[in-house]
């Protein structure tokens, strides 16, 4: 093909490579816009699990400090969405008033944002390896039941603190190989407008200073999903 | 092929920009000064001046104990010829206990001081560390070495020294100015 017809126009030749340059570019362009803002959709929890678990992905941070192991996962809305639904929907028996149900979940849980903090200490919970004596299991028993309130904080780039909603600490009485919590915050969009969220946890008594952890919050935003 | 010339141009010069400047930051070898990054990082000051409030209280404490004991230690100094033999020796006991006591507390607020004052270095350093780890991975060194003045870096030139731009992006970011 020698030349383009264009609206009844011939395209000299020598413009043919440029158009076609441009052209592919566009393509290009295209492709990249297209797959690098598209969220992860998982068949299943597992897979989803996973892929949260892969630290290269960014949803789970790892830290430690003097000796104490740090671990932030955030726990996207579907997870707790499936949670809620339990083993009684499958993909197979999919109806419309599941259809109905699990939006109406994926909008109740949405609203909030789910954090996974893990503390641990020669891969044993805090509990059984932090504390010295009673007087010392007792005050941190109370401290990880009722105070991480006033220990975790977090905030954005420009010191905006976001609400704790609530926190739960199930105890594990030693079966875990760490203490894990989750935190529920309101998931504001003018707290999640800045490049980063900083979840920060202040001294338990046992000498690693506040550590910070930085969560992208594009990551938030584009959290991935499961196939219902 | 004539069609395909400029499209692979275009991207060969684009990959050899990007490895000249990936692999010219790499190869640097850098360091910071982690003394001057402590003294000059502004949450050292301010968490510095915690401690030490906290510090103040917590002496306040055991000098005034002190002080108590010491007008009571006076008190039976001064009135010791009037009482009996009996009296004498309890008062004595009270006095003894009463300063083991206050060896104790002092004891305890110092160890008390001390983690304290671990608790809060230690946060400085964590932000310290997190902060050089992020620049390090953004900029693409493969490495930054910690000049503590202890002769663990003897010698290096000052393009070398990244301290004063850490140093800023470290103040800049606690100020929450990025």
């Given amino acids: 093909?020698?030349?383009?017809?264009?609206?009844?126009?011939?395209?000299?030749?020598?413009?043919?490579?440029?158009?076609?340059?441009?052209?592919?570019?566009?393509?290009?362009?295209?492709?990249?816009?297209?797959?690098?803002?598209?969220?992860?959709?998982?068949?299943?929890?597992?897979?989803?699990?996973?892929?949260?678990?892969?630290?290269?992905?960014?949803?789970?941070?790892?830290?430690?400090?003097?000796?104490?192991?740090?671990?932030?996962?955030?726990?996207?809305?579907?997870?707790?969405?499936?949670?809620?639904?339990?083993?009684?929907?499958?993909?197979?028996?999919?109806?419309?008033?599941?259809?109905?149900?699990?939006?109406?979940?994926?909008?109740?849980?949405?609203?909030?944002?789910?954090?996974?903090?893990?503390?641990?200490?020669?891969?044993?919970?805090?509990?059984?390896?932090?504390?010295?004596?009673?007087?010392?299991?007792?005050?941190?028993?109370?401290?990880?039941?009722?105070?991480?309130?006033?220990?975790?904080?977090?905030?954005?780039?420009?010191?905006?603190?976001?609400?704790?909603?609530?926190?739960?600490?199930?105890?594990?009485?030693?079966?875990?190989?760490?203490?894990?919590?989750?935190?529920?915050?309101?998931?504001?969009?003018?707290?999640?407008?800045?490049?980063?969220?900083?979840?920060?946890?202040?001294?338990?008594?046992?000498?690693?200073?506040?550590?910070?952890?930085?969560?992208?919050?594009?990551l938030l935003k584009n959290e991935p999903t499961l196939k219902f | 092929m004539n069609k395909l010339i400029f499209p692979t141009a275009i991207v060969a010069l684009l990959i050899s920009i990007g490895s000249f400047f990936y692999l010219q930051s790499s190869s640097n070898q850098v360091y910071v000064d982690v003394n001057k990054l402590l003294d000059g990082y502004k949450r050292t000051k301010i968490v510095r001046a915690q401690f030490e409030d906290k510090a103040k209280t917590l002496n306040a404490n055991v000098d005034s104990l002190m002080v108590d004991w010491q007008n009571e230690l006076k008190t039976y100094e001064k009135e010791r010829s009037k009482m009996t033999k009996k009296e004498l020796e309890l008062k004595q006991e009270l006095l003894g206990n009463k300063q083991q006591q206050i060896n104790n507390y002092q004891q305890a607020i110092q160890k008390q001081i001390q983690e304290e004052d671990q608790k809060a270095t230690q946060t400085v350093i964590n932000d310290i560390n997190d902060y050089v780890k992020d620049y390090g991975k953004k900029q693409g060194y493969q490495i930054i070495f910690g000049a503590s003045g202890s002769g663990n870096i003897m010698y290096a030139d000052d393009s070398a020294d990244l301290t004063d731009e850490v140093l800023e992006g470290l103040n800049a970011e606690f100020n929450g100015e990025k």
């Fill in chain 1, 1 to 218: 093909m020698q030349s383009l017809m264009v609206k009844n126009k011939r395209i000299p030749k020598f413009m043919m490579s440029v158009v076609e340059a441009k052209v592919g570019i566009s393509l290009v362009l295209c492709f990249v816009l297209c797959f690098s803002c598209n969220n992860s959709t998982f068949k299943n929890e597992t897979e989803l699990l996973t892929f949260l678990k892969d630290e290269t992905n960014g949803y789970i941070q790892h830290k430690t400090i003097n000796g104490v192991d740090f671990s932030l996962m955030y726990r996207p809305t579907d997870l707790l969405v499936n949670q809620e639904l339990g083993t009684s929907t499958t993909l197979s028996n999919r109806s419309d008033a599941t259809k109905e149900r699990i939006k109406h979940l994926r909008d109740k849980y949405s609203k909030y944002m789910y954090f996974n903090l893990s503390m641990s200490m020669n891969n044993q919970e805090l509990l059984s390896t932090a504390p010295k004596n009673r007087n010392e299991f007792g005050a941190m028993v109370n401290q990880l039941a009722f105070g991480m309130g006033d220990k975790v904080h977090v905030f954005t780039q420009s010191k905006d603190t976001l609400e704790l909603a609530d926190y739960v600490y199930p105890r594990m009485y030693g079966m875990s190989r760490a203490t894990t919590m989750m935190f529920v915050y309101p998931r504001d969009a003018d707290k999640l407008d800045q490049d980063n969220l900083n979840f920060t946890i202040a001294d338990l008594g046992l000498y690693t200073g506040e550590v910070k952890f930085k969560i992208p919050t594009k």
